[in-house]
């Protein structure tokens, strides 16, 4: 069984001393290959590495949740999107290196495994797993698809499926759940899963099987997949590209402004909805802003995993612990 750590301090930690630090969410500046070497590296160190996505929503939603937040400082996050730039270019003057979304950057990875390399996958619907294992075998024949299974399952099938993970004894899990709940999941059950690497792929598999048709290479150049992916499903993405959009700019960038110089910007973690606002104490004495709670708002995440919960427990999401936007 792979050994699992409560803080990862992979090898990126020793390759390059620049991040973009929100509290426990850390981003590293790694280009493409840079971050390839490292999931790589993983491979022959004895340390299992679970890795996700973050993008604008995934912040957002990190802020929201303390409990989010937490399950995510044990993940390599690579920056995902237009948003997490501009996120970058507020506090550090600089963008990422490379744009590192899970739709382009897993086929590089596969592409670039040595022969033989096997892969699991878990995710999408019943009626497209087959189709999105075949054609990714047929796409990257330098890996071996050992076994899959759909994304819709209960509480009570988790033992059965992690048992099926394990019998394959994949060197890759690719977990194609939706966001948050592929992280959750990974965070909860990998010290129990025997793969080396567990990766939060979003809509990977959806794209792979054609269930979903990505933007024309134009859009992609510009940054505006976005637009079309929300072309295509106005209905589940519409919060997420419009007013989630929106509370993410407005939340950094209002940080951003409140930030006195040289000073670390903190606020609760329990902060939600997008709002900032200092309080009266903290106006008059010109301290750094604080994030206020909407009156009777709580961040929640949808339990599919039964016994321990995976959404964040009440008590927790109203504990003000501090999180600041640093250097590591």
């Known amino acids: 069984m792979p050994n699992v750590s409560k803080e990862y301090v992979g090898p990126e930690r020793r390759w390059t001393p620049r991040y973009l630090t929100v509290g426990p969410i850390s981003l590293p500046y790694v280009d493409r290959d840079k971050a390839i070497a490292t999931i790589r590296r993983s491979f022959v160190d004895g340390h299992q590495l679970c890795v996700a996505f973050c993008n604008s929503n995934t912040l957002l939603q990190a802020l929201r949740s303390p409990s989010y937040a937490e399950t995510l400082s044990s993940f390599l996050l690579l920056n995902d999107g237009i948003g997490v730039d501009i996120c970058s270019y507020l506090f550090k ?3 990422f290196t490379d744009n590192l979304n899970g739709t382009d950057f897993i086929p590089d990875l596969l592409s670039d495994a040595v022969p033989g390399r096997s892969v699991f996958l878990l995710g999408a619907e019943p009626q497209w797993i087959g189709s999105s294992s075949q054609k990714i075998a047929e796409q990257f024949p330098k890996c071996r698809i050992v076994g899959s299974h759909h994304g819709y399952f209960g509480p009570d099938e988790v033992d059965h499926i992690i048992a099926k993970i394990n019998r394959a004894s994949p060197d890759i899990l690719l977990v194609g759940l939706g966001n948050p709940l592929q992280e959750q999941f990974i965070a909860k059950y990998a010290p129990r899963i025997r793969a080396r690497v567990l990766i939060g792929v979003g ?39 419009t007013f989630d959009v929106i509370a993410f700019l407005y939340a950094v960038t209002r940080l951003r402004v409140t930030m006195r110089p040289g000073s670390e910007a903190e606020f609760p973690a329990a902060y939600r909805n997008g709002r900032l606002r200092p309080t009266l104490r903290e106006a008059a004495m010109g301290r750094s802003a604080s994030l206020v709670d909407a009156p009777g708002s709580q961040a929640e995440f949808p339990d599919a995993f039964g016994d321990a919960p995976l959404s964040p427990a009440l008590h927790e999401t109203e504990i003000d612990r501090p999180v600041s936007l640093s250097d590591a």
Do not use: I, N, T
């Open 93 to 95: 003057g600089r963008p």
């Open 203 to 241: 809509a990977f598999l959806d794209f792979s099987a054609g269930k979903v048709a990505r933007a024309p290479e134009m859009l992609r150049r510009w940054r505006l997949e976005w637009l079309f992916r929300l072309a295509q499903e106005p209905g589940r993405l519409g919060r997420r590209y």
